[in-house]
Every structure is written in C-alpha cells, then in structure tokens.
C-alpha cells in the first residue's frame, strides 16, 4: 500500500526481511480487495433505459435481486442494447448465446429471432387493456410459450402487459384502410410488421431516430408506428405528427428472462431468488398506466388522439389478412388458439 510503503535504502541488510514480512502481512488484505473488486456481475439488457417502462421494470429487477443478494453477486443493467448491438431484434439472440445474463424485452421485438412470441402481439388479439393484462395473465399460455423458450436456450421467468402500439401521422389520423395507401411510416424492422403494413397498402420504412427526424421535417415521412411513451420522449409533436390513432393493431408484453446455461448452473436457492424479484418487478412494473399518462400527456400537447370503433378495427383486421395468416403461420396454430382464448375471457 502506497500510503504505508517503507523505503529503504537498496542493498540495506534489513530491507530483504522488511519485503518478507510486509508481503505477508499485507497479502490477507490484498486479497480481500480482490475479492470485493470481483464481484460477479450478471449483465441484464434491456432495449431502453429507466426512463420507459421497459427500462424501468430491469432496474427494479436488479434492485430487488441485488438487495436480496448481498455482495455474492451482482447484476448491472446495460440499457440502450448495448449487449445487441444496439439493436433490440437481436436481444433474444445475445441473451442465448451469452453476451447478457438476464434480459428484459419486448415480445414483439424479439419475435423476429423467437416466432412464437409474436403471439402477445398479433394484430388486433388484445385492443384494449383489460384484454392486455388478461393475455399477459394467462398460465397456460405463459407455459406454452416458456417451454418453446427453454428448448431454444432461454429460460423465461415472469411476464407483464407493456401496452399499445399507436400510429402517429402528420396529416390526418388513420382511420380506414383507404388511408394507409402510400402512406409513409417508420416501423420496427421486423419482417411480420413490415409485411402487415405492406398488406395495408402502406410504405412502411425501418430507420433511426435521426433519419426519421429528418425525413419527418422533409416531408418524406408521414408518420410512425410507436408506443405513446416513446412520442412524448421524442416530442413527435414538435416534428409534425399532430394525430395518434389508437387503432389496437399491436399490442405487446415485456418478458423477463435468464440465458438457460447460467440458470443451470445456479444454485436452488439463487433461482428463486431471481425468479421472485422477477415476478414481483412484473407485478410492479404498472406500464399500462404509464401509457395512459403518456396518451394524456400527448393531448395536452395539442395532438389529436382518435380511438377507432370496433366496426373501424374489423374493416383493418379484413384487409391485412394475408399478412395476418403468415403471422399465425410463423407463431404457431396452437399458441394463437390459447391467446385468443385468454383474450375473449376478457370481454
């Protein structure tokens, strides 16, 4: 220790004894320092930060365990999918192949590396809330669906609703098929939705956030495809986008999960204890509501929020059925037979 080093002069008799006996007293502290410096860290990705509810629900996660764990081992968050190059589509993957230990995600993001979970999402399943949170509920579902995760590597833990995706325009809302045609809208680049606005007869276009503000001052962008809370963070009313319409077409659930070769490697007693901060962050994690604060606050910032009517959802669900059909496809008959049932309990 720099602060208690003795200095001798070299080749002074006593200095050779001095090191001896300063190595041995000090190694018991050396290594304690190491010990504590070397905490195991499991790395939880989540695609955004605490600022969303996504984010917010992995901190907690990690609060929770990290307060039950004490100093044997720690999670750290990597937030902005940082351990997916940036990229929340390939979340599912790095999770499985271990660049994260612990992730939580959006199931329709990582649909396009896990088909089956594009189930919490298929068009027009859950419009509304209460069918959100029975979806996101349902055990046998959850099971149906966990099993196919486990087989792939990743072991899921908990599931909680995340809420609606809601179609922001410059123009006018969308309130029939007619108004998609030719309309310009940034999507997630994933190839289920990109294929159902295509199906709507829209020009739908993945890019980032700087592209799309650009293209939105240009006016060669007429709108996006977003959750509310991601418009307020973005201020989508000061580029534009004066409409949001609430049309139920996506709705999503985050899914909390382990890589599969770290939870066979834990102990019982660790594996509970990640699993029951899991479920109590799932519990926690009040999204739905956060959106609704978000769709408030959009109002008060001058945009223009429409609901469309059942009658105006049937007239959408008809004409992307193609597209619709490739989705059920891909996912899975039986799983999308379950959903429903878990959905229809709830009107």
């Keep these: 220790m720099s602060s208690n080093r003795i200095r001798l002069r070299v080749g002074h008799p006593a200095a050779f004894v001095l090191a001896l006996a300063g190595a041995a007293l000090g190694a018991p502290f050396l290594h304690a320092q190491d010990r504590t410096a070397q905490v195991p860290e499991l790395k939880l990705s989540t695609a955004q930060s605490p600022s969303f509810p996504l984010g917010r629900a992995g901190e907690r996660w990690a609060q929770l365990v990290n307060d039950a ?4 081992y720690e999670v750290r968050q990597y937030p902005g999918a940082t351990l997916s190059q940036r990229d929340p589509g390939r979340e599912f993957g790095a999770l499985k192949d271990g660049q994260a230990d612990l992730a939580v995600g959006s199931a329709l993001a990582w649909s396009g590396q896990f088909p089956p979970l594009g189930v919490y999402a298929l068009p027009w399943l859950a419009a509304d809330a209460r069918e959100q949170a029975a979806l996101a509920a349902d055990a046998s579902l959850r099971d149906a669906v966990f099993a196919r ?6 072991v899921g833990l908990a599931i909680a609703p995340l809420g609606e995706h809601v ?3 410059a123009r006018a809302p969308v309130a029939t098929p007619s108004a998609c045609s030719g309309l310009r809208v940034r999507v997630m680049p994933l190839r289920q939705v990109l ?5 709507l007869g829209a020009l739908p276009q993945s890019m980032g956030f700087a592209q799309a503000q650009a293209a939105l001052a240009a006016g060669t962008l007429d709108g996006q495809d977003a959750m509310p809370t991601t418009l307020v963070a973005t201020r989508a009313y000061a580029s534009g986008q004066k409409f949001v319409t609430r049309w139920g077409a996506f709705a999503d659930v985050m899914i909390f999960a ?3 070769g770290a939870w066979d490697s834990w102990t019982e007693d660790r594996r509970a204890l990640v699993r029951g901060a899991a479920e109590r962050a799932a519990r926690e994690a009040d999204a739905l509501a956060q959106e609704d604060a978000a769709l408030a606050q959009l109002t008060k910032d001058g945009v ?4 469309l009517s059942p009658s105006q959802r049937a007239a959408f669900l008809d004409a992307a059925q193609p597209a619709i ?17 878990a959905a229809a309990g709830a009107k």
Excluded: C, H, Q
């Design 69 to 72: 764990a004490g100093a044997d």
């Design 325 to 341: 059909a490739a989705w059920i496809n891909a996912v899975g008959a039986d799983l999308v037979a379950a959903a429903r049932a």
């Design 167 to 169: 179609l922001a325009t």
């Design 149 to 154: 995760m486990e087989a792939s590597g990743v």
């Design 304 to 307: 223009t929020i429409v609901r």
């Design 195 to 199: 294929d159902f606005y295509a199906a």
């Design 258 to 260: 382990v890589r599969k």
